[in-house]
């Protein structure tokens, strides 16, 4: 019985820590993507794997509360992040990322402890991390957007998003009329600074 268990594991051992075999006479230094030969039949050597991932250099979300009052937020893709509490004179920061289940991610920011779920005025920073091919290279860029919701919870208070062209500068704390979408690299740190 005690062999009859040991024996199929010491089978996977072996040929789990056993030589790769390579054929058409190519040493194992011959191979820089793997132990499998190349597929022309000329000897060149051809990629058996795909090319390693191409690490991005990724900006920030942020939010900056300049307020003499806490603010609360959320961030919304297909879950929704647990709540953070943002202290006067603190930020919050988030690392752009994807959600192709939504198409985005959207930052939501009330002055209500529980505004997200009493549909107490909210703030909306929403982005975008989306590729294009631009003469021939990759773009990675981020689309973003501001907008209010239920009311405007910061109705009498400056709100500033930066960098923006043209400027996304609400002076008493309303949105204009009219789309505030944006792009930017994806590299820039977006910084939204309320009060």
């Not at 609360?72 to 752009?96: G, Q, T």
């Not at 929403?126 to 689309?143: H, P």
């Not at 957007?145 to 400027?167: I, K």
Request: aromatic share 10%; proline share 9%.
């Amino acid at each position: 019985m005690f062999f009859s268990t040991i024996l199929p594991l010491l089978s996977l051992t072996t040929v789990a820590f056993s030589n790769p075999t390579i054929h058409n006479n190519l040493s194992l230094r011959d191979c820089p993507y793997g132990a499998f030969p190349p597929s022309s039949s000329n000897g060149e050597l051809i990629p058996t794997s795909t090319p390693s991932p191409v690490y991005r250099n990724l900006g920030h979300a942020i939010v900056h509360n300049n307020c003499n009052f806490p603010i609360y937020i959320w961030s919304v893709a297909s879950m929704v992040e647990p709540k953070r509490i943002i202290l006067p004179n603190d930020e919050y920061r988030e690392l752009f990322r994807e959600n192709a289940d939504t198409g985005g991610i959207a930052i939501k920011i009330t002055t209500n402890r529980d505004g997200l779920y009493t549909s107490a005025p909210q703030m909306i920073f929403a982005y975008n991390l989306a590729s294009a091919t631009e003469r021939g290279q990759r773009q990675d860029k981020v689309w973003y957007d501001l907008s209010d919701v239920f009311g405007d919870p910061f109705v009498g208070y400056p709100v500033n998003l930066m960098p923006a062209e043209p400027s996304i500068c609400w002076k008493d704390g309303v949105p204009p009329a009219g789309s505030q979408v944006r792009a930017v690299d994806s590299s820039t740190d977006l910084v939204l600074s309320l009060c």
